[in-house]
């Protein structure tokens, strides 16, 4: 489904991605590993078009998209959290969700200031929508309250909320369960199980390795830009090079 | 939908007092001609509103608007003997053409840069309008003009220009509400939260920034349009660095992001500058001294900051019974 073929990304005179192959499955979950700094948030904004690959190309659905402007990616099909939680910290959660609409909603400029009907039933389903998208990931009592007042789990699972409402039909998360409790992993666990069923291709940064190991169906492991291992889970864990690059070991 | 529904006793209440207001005024012109500035600034000050309070940009060269909105009615009517109204709306569009052009131009700018930028196109067009080529503005001597007239009746005085001037404001108000809550006004307020965000969902943010300024400027330039018409007189002193700053002042004593900021914003300031008529040298002071004011004590306006209160009232009498809380916002959501 999507295709990366020899990306590189250099900054100045550093390679932070080098020639990176990277292939994700239709309807699967793909995990990306490696020790921080090894460059997989920076390849995570290469396909999601905040940078462009020095080298390389990104084919999804048959076309390329290396160089395309982020929101040219998203209306594209591909939506995405980030490392650091980046909501509209002042728009209600329901409000976000319905931005993260935004690619799929039709109104425009005037047909939205004259109000068409058109567009008032598209803002009335979208609404309704956007209140199902919170109720999947049980956030709906917080609905009309300021993204900033959820509680930090509660953010993450909105800002995925978000990116699935674009009807992607890939999802990038970047350390989505960064600072979760064991309760609330297990909890996703479930909840990226769902997002499968819908259809919906994952590709995740995780260090939680249980997490990984439990859910991804393909692990690439990223070390100093480059592809260090790739494979399931079973061989990845079992892979020398990944022990050395985790736990350290002299060679 | 459901908030304006629940404001609709309150709104009726201020629009019929609004229509009674200038009868309790008759035999006080001056009051009447505040009137009509109050008017005039709310729809300015909402033009900003949309670009600085909703999408987050700021401009200190909106007195750019609403000159180009002045003068391009002024310059239509007298060379082209377009009528008055029209030449209004053409005014105010070109307005528009040019604040897309500024957006599009500077929509990599950010903070200081683009108000330095705007700061620059409102520079630009005093020094055009006070030094046109060929004298057609008439420079700093500035030029006279015809009052509004519609279908051939005449607005030539305060009383009369009013309502007209009521009905602008309830309309450019209504326009901008439903604009707000929409997938557009979303998008605005998307780009203020988080540029990168609103990027990465999906949002054109060039586009939407090009279509905010558009949109602010046709605001600000048809209330240039209109104070001309309204005083038949149009010079570049009116339009002076010092203008741009006082729609600001007004947005933010009154509170963005909001309907009510700029009305309250708009009525207070101007009151609170018009009383202060003897100290007229002193004006630039008086802002300072109002925007450092809002600044430190009431960040969010005055519309802001009361709302801010009332709603946090609110919260504590309802924290008692969350469950019915519950209810209410679930109810909201669908």
């Known amino acids: ?251 | 939908m459901d908030k304006t529904k629940k404001m609709n006793p309150l709104m009726l209440a201020v629009i019929a007092a609004c229509i009674g207001l200038p009868f309790v005024f008759m035999g006080a012109p001056f009051i009447l001609l505040i009137l009509c500035y109050i008017e005039i600034y709310i729809i300015a000050v909402s033009g900003l509103d949309i670009v600085f309070g909703y999408c987050g940009q700021i401009s200190l060269g909106h007195a750019a608007f609403y000159a180009i909105g002045a003068y391009g009615s002024v310059l239509l009517h007298k060379y082209y003997n377009v009528p008055v109204f029209f030449s209004m709306l053409i005014g105010a569009a070109i307005g528009a053409v040019i604040g897309a052009i500024v957006a599009y131009t500077c929509s990599n700018l950010v903070f200081h840069f683009l108000s330095l930028a705007t700061q620059a196109v409102g520079e630009i067009v005093y020094i055009l309008i006070s030094h046109s080529p060929g004298n057609i503005t008439g420079n700093f001597v500035g030029m006279y003009t015809d009052s509004v007239s519609i279908f051939g009746f005449k607005l030539d005085n305060q009383f009369k220009f009013y309502w007209f001037g009521l009905v602008c404001v309830l309309i450019f108000l209504a326009l901008k509400q439903a604009l707000i809550n929409s997938r557009t006004g979303r998008a605005f307020m998307a780009i203020r939260e988080n540029v990168k965000a609103a990027d990465g969902m999906g949002i054109d943010v060039r586009m939407y920034k090009v279509k905010a300024f558009a949109m602010s400027a046709f605001y600000t330039a048809f209330a240039g349009a209109l104070v001309t018409h309204m005083t038949k007189y149009a010079s570049p002193d009116s339009f002076l660095y010092k203008q741009s700053v006082m729609f600001l002042t007004m947005l933010l004593f009154g509170g963005t992001g909001s309907l009510w900021g700029p009305i309250v914003g708009s009525i207070s300031v101007l009151v609170i500058n018009e009383s202060l008529r003897d100290l007229q040298n002193l004006q630039m002071l008086v802002f300072g001294v109002l925007m450092l004011i809002v600044i430190i004590a009431i960040p969010g306006g005055i519309y802001g900051t009361a709302k801010e209160y009332y709603d946090n009232l609110k919260a504590k009498k309802s924290a008692g019974k969350t469950d019915a809380g519950t209810a209410v916002s679930e109810k909201k959501g669908v």
């Open chain 1, 1 to 251: 489904m999507l295709e990366a073929n020899g990306v590189t990304i250099k900054f100045g005179g550093l390679v932070a991605v080098n020639h990176v192959n990277l292939k994700i499955r239709d309807k699967q979950i793909t995990g990306l590993i490696g020790p921080n700094g090894a460059g997989k948030t920076t390849f995570f904004n290469c396909i999601s078009g905040v940078y462009t690959p020095s080298e390389g190309t990104v084919i999804f659905d048959g076309r390329h998209i290396e160089g395309l402007r982020p929101y040219q990616i998203c209306q594209a099909g591909i939506s995405r959290t980030y490392q650091v939680i980046n909501l509209f910290w002042k728009m209600t959660a329901l409000e976000n969700v319905l931005v993260g609409m935004h690619p799929r909603m039709k109104g425009g400029f005037l047909t939205d200031m004259f109000k068409t009907p058109a567009v008032r039933r598209e803002e009335k389903e979208a609404k309704e929508k956007a209140y199902e998208w919170l109720k999947f990931v049980g956030l709906e009592k917080y609905a009309n309250d300021p993204a900033s007042s959820l509680p930090y789990g509660g953010q993450r699972l909105l800002e995925i909320v978000r990116g699935l409402a674009s009807n992607c039909k890939i999802l990038l998360l970047d350390e989505p369960a960064a600072g979760m409790n064991s309760g609330e992993k297990e909890e996703f666990d479930r909840l990226l199980q769902k997002i499968l069923d819908m259809g919906v291709t994952i590709l995740m940064i995780e260090h939680d390795m249980k997490l990984v190991m439990h859910i991804c169906q393909y692990i690439y492991v990223l070390e100093y830009g480059k592809l260090l291992a790739e494979g399931v889970p079973e061989e990845v864990q079992n892979n020398p090079e990944v022990i050395r690059a985790y736990l350290g070991g002299e060679d």
